[in-house]
């Protein structure tokens, strides 16, 4: 990698030094001087350009210096029980893989009900002299014990002091004073080709207490902002928003999760989150939370409050081409409200299935993305005004904007969510999205969330219920009556067959 980086450089001294030479005979040409002269000029533009490589390395290396020993490594903890390591096969006999964890434990392998400890290891950065330190959520969650190395190689006990799920940022505290502290930058101003230095402590402690270690000096990495507003699948933790991360070719290795990402002032300008990688390894592909959003809830996460986000109760799409044309638009800005919520704060506002949202707040709406990240960071209980247009008519109402639910309680409480179903009428526009004739009567499925009841059934999206229970649902308040009645397992009759939704915990 090394090689590769040194060989990009000396290109680009060489790009600069050439470029002396073509500009010193050009000159030469146009004021008739001899092109010996030339000479002179080339050598101006190598120095220039060393001297431009030497202040670049300056400030790579003061920023190493400076920002450097307010990174640290964050080591857990976490005591799980053991069931098995190894069981008895029925037809093969003994676990095929019981010589290999007797091998790895030794006499004192686990069996069933013991407990044994899994260790994490990530970095952090230190934003207050007292010692607080901004981190990943998913770096500390679950920890029973938490260990922070200082780049001098003091080793403190730290303690969550709050933690946001969504956002995956956390603050910890050390029992330490006067400890250097990185500068928090402006992340609203990036713009994609700046550079990106990425620091991080991976490497304070590795593994479980006592074992050897490479070092308490952070790494530093260099690369420059790929790209911004870029978004990640939310794949195991439905309740992380990994939206409108910065992308950056800076290298972020595992261990790295919570160390800050730089610009060339020395000012954090994002947290280092995840690396889109098929080799467990840094393929040129990091992201990093902007520090523009930790701002945000920073107070609440130091205080320990509950970080309160705003919440609507829509469920909406982008505009697409066939949508607008059915509307009459004469744009695709803005979305589609293909369900409103029960009880929810837009159905209280009135709030109608297929509506258009142009508008929320006085500010233009692009798009369903941009709906949801400025709702979300909306104030609870704050009345904002939202322009619709309703069967071609524009309207305004005034909406409180409520706090959003937890994932759990969105599934589990919602009778639009119901055992990890999302369903809707059957308007026109979900009868072309997904094949259906709009005379069909029943509720269509819009979403099923993984490893749920309805996904273990094998409902999908698309499916069209029309009958729980030997109860008839043609309706949204039918299919809602019919949950209300589900006692166990439940009978649903789909446009695809009977399918059996199971009880979920």
Not at 265 to 287: D, H, K, P, W
Not at 294 to 317: P, T
Not at 403 to 425: F, I
Not at 452 to 461: D, H, I, N, T
Request: hydrophobic content about 40%.
């Amino acid at each position: 990698m090394k090689r590769r980086l040194l060989s990009v450089g000396i290109f680009g001294c060489a790009l600069v030094a050439g470029l002396g030479v073509f500009v010193g005979w050009l000159e030469a040409g146009l004021a008739g001087i001899k092109p010996e002269s030339t000479t002179t000029v080339a050598a101006q533009g190598s120095e220039s350009s060393r001297a431009l490589a030497d202040s670049l390395e300056q400030a790579f290396m003061q920023i190493a210096q400076t920002v450097g020993p307010a990174v640290v490594s964050i080591s857990t903890e976490q005591i799980e029980q053991v069931q098995r390591y190894y069981r008895v096969h029925p037809f093969l006999g003994q676990e095929p893989f019981e010589d290999f964890f007797k091998d790895f434990f030794g006499e004192n392998m686990p069996r069933g009900g013991q407990e044994f400890k899994r260790f994490g290891l990530g970095s952090g950065v230190i934003i207050d002299e007292r010692g607080l330190i901004l981190t990943n959520e998913h770096v500390v969650a679950d920890a029973d014990k938490i260990t922070v190395t200082l780049s001098d190689g003091r080793e403190l006990s730290g303690e969550v002091k709050g933690k946001d799920p969504r956002s995956d940022l956390a603050v910890v505290k050390i029992d330490a004073k006067k400890l250097p502290v990185a500068r928090l930058g402006n992340s609203d101003s990036l713009k994609t080709g700046q550079w990106a230095i990425a620091l991080g402590n991976p490497f304070g402690i590795i593994g479980a207490a006592g074992s050897d270690t490479l070092g308490n000096e952070p790494t530093l990495t260099v690369g420059v902002v790929s790209a911004l507003q870029r978004r990640l699948p939310r794949l195991a933790r439905a309740d992380r928003d990994y939206t409108g991360l910065i992308q950056t070719d800076a290298a972020i290795n595992p261990g790295n999760s919570g160390g800050p990402l730089l610009n060339i002032q020395g000012e954090v300008i994002g947290i280092n989150v995840a690396i889109l990688t098929s080799s467990r390894g840094f393929e040129g592909v990091g992201f990093a939370i902007p520090i523009n959003r930790a701002k945000g809830i920073l107070d609440a996460l130091i205080e320990g409050r509950k970080v309160l986000y705003g919440w609507l109760g829509i469920q909406i799409q982008d505009i697409t081409p066939d949508v607008a044309e059915y509307y009459g638009l004469q744009d695709r800005a803005g979305v589609l409200v293909y369900q409103v919520l029960a009880d929810s704060p837009a159905q209280k506002a009135g709030m109608q299935d297929g509506d258009i949202l142009k508008s929320f707040d006085g500010a233009p709406v692009k798009n369903a993305r941009e709906l949801v990240d400025v709702v979300s960071h909306a104030k609870v209980g704050r009345k904002a005004q939202v322009e619709i247009v309703r069967e071609g008519k524009r309207m305004t109402m005034n909406v409180e904007v409520g706090e959003r639910p937890s994932e759990n309680e969105l599934a589990d409480g919602s009778a639009d969510s119901w055992r990890g179903l999302q369903v809707a009428e059957l308007t026109p526009q979900l009868a072309e999205r997904f094949g259906l004739s709009p005379n069909d009567a029943g509720v269509v499925v819009t979403e099923v969330k993984p490893n749920s009841p309805a996904s273990e059934s094998r409902l999908q999206p698309g499916d069209l219920i029309n009958e729980i229970n030997r109860i008839p649902v043609q309706s949204l308040g039918d299919y809602r009556q019919a949950i209300s009645k589900v006692q166990g397992n439940a009978l649903v009759r789909t446009n695809r067959g009977y399918v059996v939704v199971k009880a979920g915990p």
